[in-house]
């Protein structure tokens, strides 16, 4: 049995409520077995109660304390002791200890060898007979038996005394253990009682919900979390006390996380009768990222599929209708209102090829390609690029806060749907002019939140409804309405959120994407180069030095083998496709023992068989300076 198992913890809980003192020795004069008592009556340090402990070390060390009196020769005394060990014989004696207390010692050997001894104390019982002897003329029957009687209660009261020290000890060690378990959960678990008090807390509800109390026992709930947590969970708190149990998600608002709550009634008093809920509460906000960022590509795809043919179809009637039209432009003597007709056409079905480009960009497949970014960079470079257009009786402020670090995003969409946003916010507030504010922060430790507000007329109510449908407009022939479509699918595709609401002084919408910050910059190195093509080598080298690493640099898989027994070398970026027989792949799998961090660059399709062989990170060529940045930092090399 392992110092884990079930059945060894509870033979040693047995052992330890016997009253006598109990060790058992194996045939090679080695401590097996004992029992607290054996420790506690001879007093004996750890050390000499653990299994493996020599009979000779422990028989030593009660000789050298005095444990049988004065020894004229200990070495002597400690060896007679031993050797009657190995001719053990069955035997029961009675000895007085150098303390004065009595002790009888029952040996008996083990068919497997060794021997069990059990030790009693029985110096009141002897002390019992001493004074029966001396006075038992002048004892009645009845006061013996009173005495016996007195006797078996004291003994029995022992055992009950013991029982309950070893039962406390056990629930004690269970309860520490259930303790640490709890603690070291990240989520949070609690009980409350029928009045919605705390009665146990693993103390991790303010790490799930920031905000909240940490020492919430004796708290009731409504103490412990803030208002409008608590009139959410309220419900599911009372179907618990009703006997149904409930699992929800809500968006606990003081943080922006996403809280998974399980409710399970207490159903432990009599009759079933429930005495509370143990409430269990995680943080699933990643997990929900992930599921919005995959159900919105499962979305692209799905839509994707369903206008493909009709995009097709479309894109070959207006190609058609285009012909035609322009054949009729082209033609003499025309009459004047025909041409107007005809123009209108042409810019009717030149819309519809950029309405097509519009549902490919949306519909289409894409891949987020986060890298580290600079917020306060990224809106300063979209306000130079905008201003031109939002013209001169526009103003434009941006408020960054708490976003000096760089974060993980990708930069492209996200200043497609701001400018998008922005040019929405110039047309709501007309030719009067008026002010559009950027405005950034982080919210916690989870979202980063962008809103872009502006000081015209605010949305309708129809506009708050449905503006992030596709196709609704509120700008009747001039508008698209896929702008906002754009926005909410480039949002989603990142696992955030868009909202939109009126402040009083005009509208506002806010984006709320994944807030990751960006691994710091690390120890520049050593980075081997395989590239055979010499002028992507001689770009991606430079590349890395702007990178602050240095470059060591060839053209094959076998020498860039050798080279990397370096010790200095701290990385290997390697061509897929190399001269000679062997490619990166081949190198990468060669490389796989050594400890070496190893990446792939290339130009094949992600779906090709030699790239689906890799078994490390691999890089789509072409690709800029902060992708390959972002690149080896996610390999394990930081820039």
Not at 215 to 232: H, N
Request: charged letters at 25%; proline letters at 6%.
């Amino acid at each position: 049995m392992t110092p884990d198992d079930p059945r060894e913890r509870l033979t040693q809980a047995g052992l330890n409520l016997i009253q006598q003192a109990l060790s058992i020795f194996d045939s090679d004069l080695r401590l097996a077995v004992c029992n607290s008592q054996y420790q506690v009556m001879f007093d004996l340090p750890d050390r000499l109660t653990r299994p493996g402990t020599s009979f000779e070390e422990t028989i030593r060390y009660l000789v050298e304390r005095g444990e049988y009196g004065p020894q004229p020769d200990l070495e002597q005394a400690v060896r007679i002791r031993v050797e009657q060990a190995r001719a053990f014989e069955p035997h029961y004696m009675e000895r007085m200890r150098a303390n004065g207390r009595t002790v009888s010692v029952e040996g008996s050997p083990l068919p497997q060898g060794g021997w069990v001894t059990v030790y009693t104390d029985i110096t009141e019982i002897k002390r019992q007979e001493m004074l029966l002897r001396a006075r038992s003329e002048e004892l009645s029957g009845q006061v013996l038996d009173h005495a016996e009687a007195l006797a078996g209660a004291n003994r029995a009261l022992g055992a009950t005394n013991t029982a309950l020290e070893e039962a406390k000890r056990q629930l004690t060690a269970i309860e520490a253990r259930t303790r640490q378990v709890t603690e070291m959960m990240p989520a949070h678990i609690a009980h409350l009682d029928r009045d919605l008090r705390y009665t146990f807390s693993n103390r991790r509800l303010s790490a799930v919900m920031p905000g909240s109390l940490s020492d919430i026992v004796g708290r009731s709930a409504a103490e412990a979390l803030d208002p409008a947590t608590y009139l959410r969970l309220e419900p599911a708190l009372l179907r618990a006390l009703a006997g149904e149990a409930s699992v929800i998600e809500i968006t606990h608002e003081p943080s922006g996380r996403r809280i998974r709550i399980a409710f399970t009634p207490d159903r432990s008093g009599d009759d079933d009768a429930i005495l509370g809920v143990y409430v269990l509460s995680t943080d699933v906000t990643q997990e929900t990222q992930a599921r919005a960022a995959l159900a919105q590509t499962a979305k692209r795809e799905l839509a994707a599929q369903l206008s493909s043919g009709l995009a097709h179809d479309f894109a070959n009637l207006l190609t058609i209708i285009l012909g035609l039209q322009g054949r009729l432009d082209r033609m003499e003597a025309l009459p004047g209102e025909a041409q107007d007709l005809v123009r209108a056409t042409l810019a009717a079905a030149r819309r519809g090829g950029t309405l097509l480009e519009r549902l490919a960009a949306i519909s289409g497949p894409r891949e987020l390609r986060p890298q580290p970014v600079v917020l306060a960079s990224l809106l300063a470079d979209l306000a130079a690029m905008a201003g031109p257009t939002l013209g001169p009786k526009v103003g434009l402020e941006i408020d960054v806060e708490a976003l000096d670090q760089p974060i993980l995003l990708d930069p492209g969409p996200l200043q497609d749907s701001l400018l998008n946003l922005m040019l929405n916010a110039r047309d709501a507030i007309g030719p009067a002019g008026g002010l559009i504010r950027l405005e950034a922060h982080a919210l916690r430790d989870t979202w980063a939140e962008i809103a872009v507000s502006d000081t015209g007329p605010g949305f309708s109510d129809e506009a708050l409804e449905r503006g992030l449908d596709p196709f609704f407009t509120t700008k009747g022939g001039e508008g698209s309405g896929l702008g906002l479509s754009m926005v909410y699918d480039q949002t989603k595709l990142a696992g955030g959120t868009v909202r939109l609401e009126n402040t009083g002084t005009g509208a506002r919408v806010t984006l709320r994407l994944p807030l990751r910050p960006a691994e710091a910059p690390g120890t520049p190195m050593l980075v081997l180069l395989v590239e055979d093509n010499e002028e992507i080598r001689t770009e991606v080298r430079e590349m890395l030095r702007r990178l602050g690493h240095s470059v060591l640099e060839t053209a094959s898989a076998d020498e860039a083998e050798a080279l990397a027994a370096l010790p200095e070398i701290g990385m290997v970026l390697s061509d897929i496709n190399l001269q000679g027989t062997r490619s990166g792949v081949d190198l990468a799998q060669a490389l796989g023992g050594r400890g070496l961090a190893v990446g792939l660059m290339t130009s094949l399709p992600p779906g090709d068989a030699t790239r689906a062989r890799a078994p490390c990170p691999v890089l789509q060529k072409p690709f800029t300076e902060t992708e390959l940045a972002a690149f080896l930092a996610a390999t394990g090399v930081h820039a």
